[in-house]
Structure formats: structure tokens, C-alpha cells
């Protein structure tokens, strides 16, 4: 059966020992739980780690309007309509060099930009995924184990099954991050300027 966010969904209730559902605008108590955090745990789980799956690149166009002389930035570049976290610009921290970060996420002119004084911006990112179909079998376990984590309280008022719900999540989330370790090369991390100097 193919991957879709009742499944994901199910999947939790299934953990947490209650009932499933049959949509997440169903007229039920546990459908209600889940369609209230479904979203937000998604884009939560998807934005603190690396996933190959969620990996995009881009190259961005430049704002029409320059930033203040006073940011330090000679360029605002708006970010993808999916944009969740950056991982890269230019991909100079991609592999064993240069690490360190030229830029910052700010609002410009209202728009979400990352600030930069470099001419060109090609960038990897982290995309807002919504599609289940494409999430790795791994990560699918994990965000089903934050879900049930999340509603467990007000699904179950039960203690002992959020402290289990709890410690499945960090199970699941462990092996799911070793899972996509074994697929990416490693990188190094963005290193702030200032942090380079002050070593």
C-alpha cells in the first residue's frame, strides 16, 4: 500500500494502541489529534536533519531592492516557495575546504532572504516535502513515532504510554538518521566567520 499521510497517521495510532482512521478530516477525536500536528511535525522533523530525500538545490535571483548599506550584505536573495533550512550556498561547505558562512536568513522588503555579498547564489536546501510517497521507509517511522509522541496525552492520558511513546521516538529517530548517514557523503558543518577568527 503506498506511503499517504493517513497511513503516516495510522501508523501512530497504531503505536499508541487506538483506533485508526479513515481521513485526517474524519469526525473523530483521533483524526482531529492528527490533522492538528501533522503538518507541523512534518516540517519539523524534515528541517533538523540532512535528508537525502529532501535535499534541493536552486539557483536564486536576486532581489530587486539592495540591503542597507549598514547589513553588511552587497545582495538579498529570496528563497524557494519550499525553502526550509540551507545547508549550502555555492556548496563551498559541502565537502572538505571552505566552511564558513557569508550569509544570514533575514526579512528583506518582507520577503525571506538570505543575505549575502556573493554575485551569485546557487544554493542546497532543505525542501518542504509533502508528497509521503517520496519519504525514506525510515523516516516515515520516525515522524509516525513524533506523531505518536505528540498526541499521545490528550489520545490515551496515559504517563507510562508517553514515556514509551518518547523513547520510541528516539529509537526511531537514531536509526533513521544512521539509515541516511550510510547514503550522504559526509560534509562539514557552516562555520560562522566569527567563530573561525576567535580560534
Known amino acids: 500500500m503506498a506511503v499517504s499521510e493517513v497511513s503516516i497517521c495510522n501508523l501512530a495510532l497504531q503505536k499508541l494502541g487506538a483506533e485508526r482512521i479513515t481521513s485526517l478530516t474524519q469526525d473523530h477525536p483521533n483524526a482531529r489529534e492528527m490533522n492538528a500536528c501533522y503538518t507541523d511535525m512534518r516540517d519539523l522533523e524534515l528541517r533538523t536533519y540532512r535528508w537525502g530525500f529532501a535535499k534541493k538545490r536552486a539557483t536564486l535571483a536576486a532581489h530587486a531592492t539592495t540591503p542597507n548599506t549598514n547589513s553588511g550584505f552587497a545582495y538579498a536573495y529570496p528563497v524557494p516557495a519550499d525553502f526550509l533550512r540551507l545547508l549550502a550556498q555555492n556548496e563551498s561547505n559541502l565537502f572538505e575546504g571552505d566552511n564558513t558562512v557569508d550569509w544570514k536568513i533575514e526579512n528583506h522588503e518582507g520577503v525571506k532572504c538570505i543575505m549575502s555579498s556573493y554575485a551569485t547564489m546557487h544554493i542546497v536546501y532543505i525542501a518542504q516535502i509533502t ?13 509516525a513515532s513524533r506523531l505518536a509522541m505528540q498526541t499521545c496525552e490528550r489520545l490515551t492520558q496515559s504517563n507510562k504510554k508517553r514515556e514509551y511513546a518518547a523513547q520510541e521516538y528516539q529509537m ?26 576567535r580560534r
Open 131 to 143: 508528497d509521503p510517497a517520496t519519504f525514506d521507509a525510515a523516516f516515515v517511522d520516525m515522524l
Open 172 to 197: 526511531s529517530r537514531k536509526l533513521a538518521r544512521q539509515a541516511n548517514a550510510f547514503e550522504n557523503m559526509p560534509t562539514r558543518g557552516l562555520e560562522d566567520t566569527w567563530y573561525s577568527a
